[in-house]
């Protein structure tokens, strides 16, 4: 009776061992499948000093309600990914086509491969800080930038700068030279350290540069605006692509959809972003605004970094840290 009282324990036990196991395991199924979605692998350092490449970080997904408030960092498709070249993505056809011209950025085919077109789910993911959210004015004058003429604090201002006044790009670059810290607000760090690239809204009409930019209004769902031929180049993207409309800038008037229009009332929200490591960012100063639609979510954390050029006690500070 002993004997059969004990196996029939022993059985009970082990049934509701495995009875927990396989319920432990399926919720870690359902936790790795739910995490997975909303992983996110950080490949550069564009987003240096807060985001270093190697950075595994966790992004909460916004639904039907965009809540973003500036210096959120936020997860995004690239606005100019619509159209890409087939066998060389990392050259952008759209500014290969306002550089060069439509003649050029067609026989680039031939190198690159054809054109093709790409839904929004289907473009890069990059990852910026938001400075100026729908109907700010947004300003970089040569102390950093501004939002309603007011002065806009982000890690940007402290910087890890070379004593000759180069900016790393990477965490490799930090770990071989060692690289101080250094605060700097003025204009001459930024011509010594940013390499030469175009700049938005890449027309001559606009001389604008990292340390003069703007002041330009970011479109705001139903703010109308008056049209010319001088502001019709900073919104000429937002109108022609982005809300899918024909647009002609002619002797005789700025035309949408075929009539001639003095205004525009802009159909969704847009945002302005920049990287921390402004100098190596490809960023709204490149590329001009980024359209709501376009947005995944918020970085929340950091779970971990699986770079090998972190010392051990630098990986460990990173674990589970939270993203500001």
């Known amino acids: 009776m002993l004997w059969s009282d004990s196996i029939r324990t022993v059985g009970k036990t082990l049934y509701r061992t495995v009875i927990y196991t396989?319920?432990?395991?399926?919720?870690?199924?359902?936790?790795?499948l739910f995490f997975k979605s909303n992983l996110f692998y950080i490949p550069s350092g564009s987003m240096m000093n807060t985001l270093f490449e190697g950075d595994v970080i966790y992004v909460s997904r916004f639904g039907?309600?965009?809540?973003?408030?500036?210096?959120?960092?936020?997860?995004?498709?690239?606005?100019?990914?619509?159209?890409?070249?087939?066998?060389?993505?990392?050259?952008?056809?759209?500014l290969n086509f306002l550089k060069s011209g439509f003649t050029k950025a067609l026989s680039d085919t031939l190198v690159y491969?054809?054109?093709?077109?790409?839904?929004?789910?289907?473009?890069?993911?990059?990852?910026?800080?938001c400075v100026a959210l729908p109907g700010d004015t947004f300003e970089m004058r040569l102390c950093g930038p501004f939002v309603n003429s007011k002065k806009l604090i982000t890690p940007s201002d402290k910087i890890i700068l070379h004593k000759e006044g180069y900016q790393p790009r990477s965490q490799r670059e930090i770990k071989h030279r060692q690289y101080p810290y250094s605060d700097h607000s003025d204009s001459t760090y930024w011509k010594r350290a940013v390499e030469y690239r175009p700049i938005f809204p890449l027309n001559q009409l606009y001389r604008w540069n990292h340390d003069v930019f703007g002041p330009m209004v970011v479109p705001r769902e139903g703010l109308t605006i008056e049209l010319d031929y001088a502001n019709i180049w900073l919104y000429k993207r937002v109108i022609e692509v982005y809300e899918n409309n024909t647009l002609e800038i002619r002797s005789?008037?700025?035309?949408?959809?075929?009539?001639?229009?003095?205004s525009y009332t802009f159909q969704q929200n847009y945002y302005f972003m920049l990287g921390d490591n402004r100098p190596h960012s490809s960023d709204s100063m490149l590329w001009g605004f980024l359209p709501e639609n376009h947005i995944i979510g918020k970085?929340?954390?950091?779970?971990?970094?699986?770079?090998?050029?972190?010392e051990q006690f630098e990986i460990e500070n990173r674990l589970l840290m939270k993203i500001q």
Do not use: E, W
């Open 252 to 262: 005789d008037g700025i035309f949408i959809n075929h009539q001639k229009r003095l």
């Open 113 to 129: 491969g054809q054109r093709i077109c790409l839904s929004v789910d289907q473009r890069q993911i990059y990852i910026k800080r």
């Open 299 to 310: 970085a929340r954390m950091v779970l971990c970094s699986v770079n090998f050029f972190y």
């Open 22 to 32: 396989v319920y432990f395991l399926a919720f870690c199924v359902v936790m790795f």
């Open 64 to 94: 039907d309600n965009y809540n973003i408030a500036r210096n959120d960092i936020l997860i995004f498709h690239y606005p100019l990914d619509d159209t890409v070249y087939r066998d060389n993505r990392m050259v952008n056809y759209y």
